[in-house]
């Protein structure tokens, strides 16, 4: 069946509820250990079915169609929703607390309680209503954003009380500070502040001076155009690369081209520069969305989510639980953007004769937004740090920005003006996030160096980490898959070496 025909219906979410309640009742009453499990499956199985069907109508908003029945849908979404979590969360930490939870642990995994989120907010009231504050805070920083006319002294509002605010929240909860939390609830257990730190080192030594050295030359990327001249197209260039890849990416493809799981023409009330992967519970099916407009760099960005789809296709298929069907960031990430390398032997079929063209650009592109990633998240970890004007935030953007990228000189004009902290939306979005991907890219140069070593292998050992998913922590993930700990040694300047030749061989 095709995703156009997929019936949306809106959850009844008073008896999803009522549902939910009496399998914690069950729950509860087990006399067993299969009733106790099953019983807390079935929670999983309510939850999966009611955001499947949100899914449905979040796709169909951002792919501009029904847009303003679904927006109208997904108000009501964003208001049953969290009631929804919260219970499922009660679950969870009663199962978590059980005399079952061994059993558990045994049979779904270690993770099985390590994804279980938690939640500040239930401690105490003060962080009850910081979090609120946190949330509103965010969403009139993203209004704000959109305005036609940047109000820089409201933004800067904004974001300073943003920083009040969760700062407040780690001492209510009695953390030290707030980076601490933020590690905290992003579940980081694997590195900590001093490997970030080493990790950012490394890139500083190795990558900027590459780049400076690249930019002093006058050299930048540039744009050129795909052989595909729309999306159909695009899409029937993709089902050749994963047909010819191997039968596991074939199999995916096929069921995507067959149930038209991929909206990647233009239209009208669909965002531009929009190229994201939408996972679909219960059906196991990821749904790609791109607005592709012919340009030579875009074919990637959807071969990157066609990527992501396919990790999240073949984990759903190994794992029980949905939590698993994905892991976090510096994982995630991997899946997706090896999968741009294991396209350079398709390339003809996208860029024609500018194959060439492309892999220095991709690699060049790769290699600057290190730089960038380390500045942000170097500056993330200071802003909490102390009490700053607009201009002394505009002033400690301008050093590191200056150290990780001297190519890019931020005039000291407007550090006076206060107008140019960064607004990468990550830091007001997801806090500590934004590094995942530079972690992330480390692991996918590995495998990049491996598939030109062993084609081959490089695909057996991306196929197993694709289905190992969210199932195990990351450095055991890394493992099962023979990657390298990149917080080790020299381990990111041993990686990044070779792709810096290889980009120098190409300019
Ligand atoms: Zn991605």
Redesign the pocket.
Known sequence: MKFSTWKYTRPDYAEVRERINSCKERMGNAASYEMFREAWLDVKKAIEYADFQAEIIYIRHLCGIDYQYSLAEIEIQNREEPLLYALRDECNIMAAGSQYRNELEQEFGKQTFACMHYNPAKENPDSMRLQSEESALKLQYRKLMVQEKRDDEALFQVFRKLIETRRELAETLGYRNYIELGYHLRDRRDYGTNELTDFREQILKCVTPAISDIKARGIEWNRFPAVAANGRELFSAIVTMFKDLSEEAGSYIEEMAHKELYDLERRTNKRANLFS?CMLPYEKLPFIIGNYTGDGLETGYAV??FG?GFAFYTAARKQLLYEFHRSSPSV??IH??TMEHFMYPYLQMFVGEYQKEYIRNHLLLQLENLTYRCAIDEFEHLMYDRNLSRVQLCELWANIAGRYMPWNRISAEEVQQGICWPRQTHLVESPFYYIEYNIAQASTYEFYLKMKRNYRRAWSDYLTLCGEGGSRSYLELLESAHLSNPFVGNTIEEICRPVIDELHSLL
Do not use: A, R, V, W
């Open positions: 992967c990157h989510e992501h995630n990430e997706s953007k």
